[in-house]
């Protein structure tokens, strides 16, 4: 307030000076009427306080209430901070003690573990020259892996004391038994060896790691192994050559070696591996196997020099290669003559597949107890070792030889099975098919028993083209000539009288792989041929799908099973490929049946249901009577269809039939539409063909497994109209008023087929509101 006040009487004292100084009147009234402004806020501002002054003095009272509760506060928060720093420093205090406690404990532990070291290396020192001179290599090896153990410190400890000199002794005679442990250890190793003692070979192995040997001892067991190997392996071959190819197992007598090969190089991994965990540590897995895979390597390729010459690969191979690139010129190799060799090739990578899969799995179980990055280069390398290795270069080779020799015996076989088609009475498929697929399913089967997945995607990729681009268009040429029309009472003498014309070379060959049809010698053979290629086409489709499940199916549990996402996609891309091939038969299939329906039922179902214009139905009570005792139309067509569709019924698959009628159900309704739409109907004429069209769904109802009535709904409302007795009766039935019917006629037909009834006036029917 007093601020205020001494504010108000420094402006008060300006504004008398400034007053004092006006002369004229008009200012006077200016300063006067500011003045009387500044007195309104002046006034205005002391309200306001005055207006506070009540909660001020009630946060003064508070204030001065609380200030004996502060002051005690105060007091204790002094006492609370000297209590924090004493602890603090109590607290510095004790933890340097705690130091300096560790400190004495960790000298004490090192110089009780520097004394125990010293009384090792004594003992040590004694303990060798008393095992050598026992021959007791297993306890001289252990003192010299203690002795190699100790910390270099301790030595050089001992070195210093008072009896310097005497450890030094001892120290050289310790460095000289670790030298001869280490050239007894080879010695009596080799000697092992040499006498074929595997017990005394295991015992000295053992030694190895002990005396810091560890590579050394991975190497000589190594060669002590791959000895072994190559013995095994060399009596399996004499036995291979001796064999006479009479025998059981001759066919395959290689891949027996191989397999034996493999067995005797996991036995030996079985064995050897827990020895090697628990004397040389995990991780020396690796290490042993790329001392035996050369070894390996080796004998494989013995026993597969031996192959290719027992079995006379190369020249096989270049006559099929030969084959392929001349086409038919020349002379052939008998297909069957490579069935065997095949079966053998399959049969040698599916066993090579399982070899090396065993060693990746043995090799990353070893693994498992290394550091990650440890695991992950070792795993590395024996990928590289085995993706490298003699075995796979060379079954590689030999894979892809026998991709090729599969396709020619894939080819050629199916050009037999093309030449010798023939089709069974009562049958609607000929042989072709079913041999062609038999032929496809063992080749691609046998390349999914290989356990390669390149070699099954290569053959799946030559069965999808086989079918594809030279069998399809073998069924392609015979649709195309097209179904002859006429005659067709012809066709129930039945489907075998068109074996003569298949056998006689409905189809030949003109390039490799590829088929070229002979044109036939008569109509009716000609409607056989057409129809049971149909047939053909659809069971083609079905035996697709079949072996598409199949490979599926197969390649999860076998080829493609845990060769990651890669291979999977590979397997999967083929397929697909293979999948497509089947919908282009099922486009052919419909092809061929549309083009049945449009050369051959439509020319003769169209002047059938052209007779409904011959019968008229613009008729009187007396026509009607007669209509129903002798029908004029509908019976005849219903008979004549009949006759036609159990012809086809007889000679196609029911599938193929039920897609046939389908076509001539919807071909019948439209037909019959426009021939409706010319003709001239009295209210019984129209009752008279509602009658025919109701005869007419109800026979080819019974003929079909589906129902029909969708496809003549605009046929039964035309019927409906055409019935009606009066021409606004139609909006009983159209709009609101039609309920559940759903009209399929638009508003202007409707029209149309109420010009139709003669009966009817044309007046009426234009003022009808639709």
Known sequence: ???????????ASLSMDFICSLTELGDLRKAYEQLCKEEEDVTRALDLLVERRDPLEAKMDSLRRMRPNLQVIEGDAKQLAQTITFTCSLAENISSKVRELDVAKTRVYQASQRADDILDLKLCTDGVQAALADEDYEKAAAHIHRFLSLDSAVIT????????????????????????????????????VRAGD????????????????????????????????????????????NMESGEKRAAVIF???????????????????????????????PALLAQLQP?????????????????????????????????????????RKLDSLLAELTLMNARSELYLRFLRRRVTADLEACEPDVRAGEQAKLEQLLSGCGLSCAMQELMGEYVTMEEYFMKENVNKAV??????????????????????????????????????????NHATTLLDTHFRELLVGRLQQGFPAGALQDLQRGVSSAVSLVQSGAASLVQPGRFEPRPVDSSQEAQRVFLVT????????????????????????????????????????????????????????????????????????KPWISNFLSVSHNIEEEEFNDYEANDPWVQQFILNLEQMMTEFKTSLSLRIYEQLLVLVTSMIAVELEKVVMKATFSRLGGLQFDKDLRALVAYLTSVSSWSVRDKFARLSQIGTILNLERVSEILDYWGPNSGPLTWRLSPSEVRKVLTLRCDFRSDDIKRLRL
């Open 1 to 11: 307030m007093t601020m205020a006040a001494s504010s108000s009487a420094r402006a």
């Open 419 to 460: 030449t010798m088609e023939s089709v069974e009475k009562g049958q609607h498929t000929s042989s072709m098919v079913d041999d062609v697929f038999f032929i496809i399913k063992k080749c691609v089967g046998r390349a999914l028993a290989s356990s390669s997945v390149d070699c099954l995607c290569a053959m799946i």
């Open 255 to 285: 891949a027996d070696n191989l397999t034996l090969l493999f067995e005797g190089v996991a036995r030996v991994v079985e064995a050897q591996q827990p020895v090697v965990e628990t004397y040389y540590g995990p991780g020396q897995l």
């Open 198 to 241: 595997g017990a005394q070979v295991e015992r000295f192995f053992k030694l190895f790691p002990l005396l810091g040997l560890q590579n050394e001892g991975l190497m000589r067991i190594g060669r002590y192994l791959s000895q072994q190997i190559a013995r095994q392996a060399e009596k399996q071959l004499q036995v291979s050559e």
């Open 534 to 605: 149909l047939n053909n086409a659809e069971l083609c489709c079905e035996y697709i799908h079949t072996l598409n499940s199949s490979l599926e199916a197969q390649c999860q549990a076998g080829v493609g099973a845990g060769r990651g996402e890669q291979a999977r996609a590979k397997i999967q891309s083929c397929v697909a490929d293979l999948v497509a091939v089947s919908e282009k038969f099922q486009k052919l299939l419909q092809e061929g049946i549309s083009d049945l329906n449009n050369s051959s039922i439509k020319p003769q179902v």
């Open 295 to 335: 070894e390996v390597d080796r004998q494989a390729r013995h026993v597969l020099d031996g192959f290719a010459a027992r079995r006379d690969v190369q020249r096989k191979y270049q006559q099929v290669q030969s084959s392929l690139l001349r086409g038919n010129a020349g002379d052939k190799m008998e297909p």
């Open 157 to 192: 400890l001992s070195q210093q004391g008072p009896e310097g000199g005497a450890w030094a002794d001892g120290l050289e005679r310790l460095r000289a038994a670790e030298q001869q442990l280490k050239q007894l250890v080879a010695e009596q190793f080799e000697a092992a």
